[in-house]
């Protein structure tokens, strides 16, 4: 993404992610940062949040399988400063997440839900955070989730990601699936929020914020939804 625009600039904390740099990045903070974007690992995130603090500046966090503690420690920088966890940066994604929602609420009790995601064999952590969101957010009309203990998880070649919510009733099934075939697609939601971050309050910002339409009088102060 930095080679299509020249706002952003790529860098690696000092000791580089998980202890990784290369060439293309140089271990080093640049002096003036904008905003964070992590997309990388739970050691990795940890180090960009103590950055973010250390900065004073808005943090996007893409990256899945967080640990409690530093899930934890970005909820406590929320205090200071703008900070969005977002499993998926797609659009797709979220209109999933939404739509299975609204079916959950919908669908005949008996009908059962089940959830199979598929993701690169590289991928560690299983179930994916996304599978995870949208089973969250599958409650039914009692309060339970549609989707609890009914997440398959395969890791396999080099999927990008692939969720699929396959719901049965007698004589008849309905499916929603949301398929990301370019990671690119990450990498503009990642930057859509990163610059919507930018203008937002101290507290904790869902990704479907910053796609939402804005009235004149919140393009500049913003709100926090921690």
């Known amino acids: 993404l930095a080679d299509r625009d020249t706002r952003i600039e790529p860098w690696a904390l000092p000791r580089g992610i998980d202890g990784v740099t290369t060439p293309r990045r140089p271990a080093r903070t640049p002096p003036e ?19 973010a603090e250390l900065k004073g500046v808005p943090i996007v966090i893409g990256t899945t ?34 739509l299975v929602a609204m079916a959950a609420q919908l669908a005949p009790s008996e009908w059962p839900f089940d959830l199979i995601e598929t993701h690169r064999a590289e991928k560690r952590d299983a179930p994916s955070g996304t599978a995870i969101a949208i089973a969250s957010e599958s409650i ?9 203990g009914r997440i398959a998880s395969i890791r396999t070649g080099d999927v990008v990601g692939e969720h699929r919510v396959r719901i049965v009733g007698t004589g008849e099934e309905l499916v929603l699936e949301h ?38 009088g919140d393009q500049e102060s913003g709100s926090s939804d921690a």
């Not at 940062?33 to 950055?51: L, M, N």
């Open 179 to 216: 398929r990301a075939v370019d990671r690119a697609v990450f990498a503009r939601g990642a930057l859509e929020a990163a610059v919507w971050l930018t203008t937002r309050r101290p507290g904790m910002h869902p990704f479907e914020s910053c796609l939402e339409p804005r009235t004149d």
């Open 65 to 98: 399988g967080l640990s409690p503690e530093t899930l934890a420690s970005a909820h406590r920088l929320a205090s200071r400063v703008a900070v969005m966890i977002a499993p998926n940066l797609s659009r797709g994604a979220l209109l999933l997440r939404r």
């Open 33 to 51: 940062i904008d905003v964070i974007v992590d997309v990388s690992s739970d050691a990795g995130c940890r180090a960009a949040i103590e950055t």
């Open 140 to 148: 039914d009309p009692n309060g339970a989730s549609r989707l609890e």
